[in-house]
């Protein structure tokens, strides 16, 4: 099983780039496609983005699509999500997320505590 610890939240200025970092532990990182989600209160868990175990398929959700790169480092055990010129309501606690198949799924079994993201000017 893995354990997965995300990193890089914190206040954020308004159109600023921030970049998220999640580090696995306890199996091999490139078992795993990963993820990125995100919670803003009062509303419910939506992808950010997924990655496939080699990196190669890459997909994104509606809501930072365009704003957001998912990729991943499988030597040193790292998932990353880099943000683009982020906005306020792009507060939220993003998590990573991994599932152990090659391919990018819809069920994620492995989930980090979250790392609280805070947009403001």
């Known amino acids: 099983q893995v354990r997965l610890v995300e990193s890089g939240g914190g206040w954020v200025k308004t159109g600023a780039s921030p970049r998220l970092s999640c580090a696995a532990y306890g199996r091999p990182f490139a078992d795993y496609a990963m993820a990125w989600f995100r919670q803003a209160p009062g509303k419910e868990r939506e992808l950010v983005a997924a990655?496939?175990?080699?990196?190669?398929?890459?997909v994104y959700g509606k809501s930072m699509e365009g704003r957001s790169t998912i990729s991943r480092d499988n030597d040193k055990g790292l998932l990353y999500l880099e943000m683009d010129s982020v906005k306020d309501e792009d507060t939220a606690v993003y998590y990573c997320?991994?599932?152990?198949?090659?391919?990018?799924?819809?069920?994620?079994?492995?989930w980090g505590q979250g790392t609280q993201v805070t947009v403001s000017s």
């Open positions: 997320a991994g599932t152990e198949t090659p391919n990018i799924g819809n069920h994620y079994p492995y």
């Open positions: 990655i496939s175990w080699s990196g190669s398929k890459k």
